[in-house]
């Protein structure tokens, strides 16, 4: 449920911020074959992965249009309006009104057997009684004070200068740090620059960015590049340059997504887990002519190795939880990454599946 909940503060948020007016028209078409044609058109010439998701909207609409007609109801238009968008398999696609949510089916992968995350086991034999928590952040240091373990479970929840500053000051003497994103559904991008100022910042491209530029669904403007932020939080001569396990599931969406594609920037980190859930465009929206609020992916992000990972951002090292190994008490995505910082870094270990 907490998933769900932050999801709803981000429809909210972003009923505000549009990519169109969100003044209506009194006078302005109302009918269900307009609201359902304006939306089809909306979505035709702002959506940006049409590509990448493999969708043939014109045929979507060829499947969805003939179930419409101006005497039916609003549930009844709502539920169509929903499918429709549903064929996106975009976790940043929303319909709302004062009645219903629509949520993309791509949120049930979160729940799917492949994100089998113990929060149980996490909390009793990585984080323990004698764990700490500092902010959003929840940590220990295992493998004997070996390796720091870090918990960050959303990037909704705040991070502070001082958060870091004493999380990396506590471990300075480890190996390496794990930070666990498994299941982290998301939140600001603010935050996703926060924790990464950690880093050896200075500056560097970590991906670019581009918008649609015009109706054809091949229309975008260049590639802006965005950068890493500045690390001296930490003071400038001290940015963490040992090795960082960053452990990511189909359940990082989002912000998570993007944390994961900036970590090219940075030889001394490596991704282990699945394939992130993917969400790496910024979503954006506005009104319908019958008051219901939309939104949908507006930009698409491309890495440094110039792939576009919209549909999950692959780790460096492929291994999912083995429940027998949680049978006897141990997260194998945690030893596996334990395993890699302990030897010294550097190529990752091809995992056993």
Not at 143 to 149: E, I, Q
Not at 289 to 299: A, D, L, Q
Not at 335 to 350: F, H, K, M
Request: aromatic letters at 12%; hydrophobic letters at 35%.
């Amino acid at each position: 449920m907490k998933k769900i909940h932050i999801i709803i503060l981000c429809l909210l948020a972003t009923a505000l911020s549009s990519c169109e007016h969100l003044f209506l028209d009194r006078d302005e078409d109302k009918t269900p074959t307009h609201v359902f044609d304006y939306l089809w058109n909306r979505v035709d010439q702002l959506y940006t992965f049409f590509d990448v998701k493999s969708v043939d909207w014109d045929s979507v609409y060829r499947v969805y249009s003939p179930m419409v007609n101006d005497e039916m109801s609003d549930d009844s238009l709502f539920r169509v309006c929903s499918a429709m968008l549903n064929t996106l398999r975009d976790g940043h696609t929303n319909l709302w009104n004062e009645f219903d949510i629509m949520r993309s089916d791509t949120i049930s992968y979160w729940m799917s057997e492949y994100n089998c995350f113990d929060e149980d086991l996490i909390t009793l034999n990585y984080l323990t009684l004698q764990g700490h928590q500092t902010g959003s952040l929840k940590h220990n240091a295992i493998r004997y004070g070996k390796v720091a373990y870090i918990r960050y479970a959303s990037f909704s929840s705040s991070l502070s200068d001082y958060d870091l500053i004493h999380v990396t000051d506590m471990y300075k003497d480890c190996a390496g740090l794990i930070i666990d994103l498994r299941q982290n559904g998301g939140g600001s991008i603010s935050n996703v620059a926060k924790l990464m100022s950690i880093f050896d910042c200075h500056h560097q491209k970590i991906y670019s960015v581009q918008h649609k530029a015009g109706p054809d669904h091949n229309d975008f403007t260049p590639l802006l590049d965005d950068f890493a932020p500045d690390s001296s939080i930490l003071g400038k001569n001290t940015p963490y340059i040992k090795p960082v396990a960053v452990l990511v599931d189909r359940g990082s969406f989002s912000a998570t997504s993007f944390f994961s594609l900036a970590m090219q920037a940075f030889d001394n980190v490596k991704l282990f887990g699945d394939y992130t859930g993917g969400g790496t465009g910024l979503p954006n929206g506005g009104a319908l002519p019958n008051g219901w609020f939309y939104r949908f992916s507006c930009s698409r992000t491309i890495a440094l190795d110039g792939g576009n990972y919209e549909n999950g951002v692959p780790p460096d090292v492929h291994v999912l939880l083995d429940p027998a190994a949680v049978d006897q008490g141990k997260d194998n995505i945690i030893e596996t990454a334990a395993d890699w910082i302990l030897s010294g870094g550097g190529t990752p270990p091809i995992a056993k599946q």
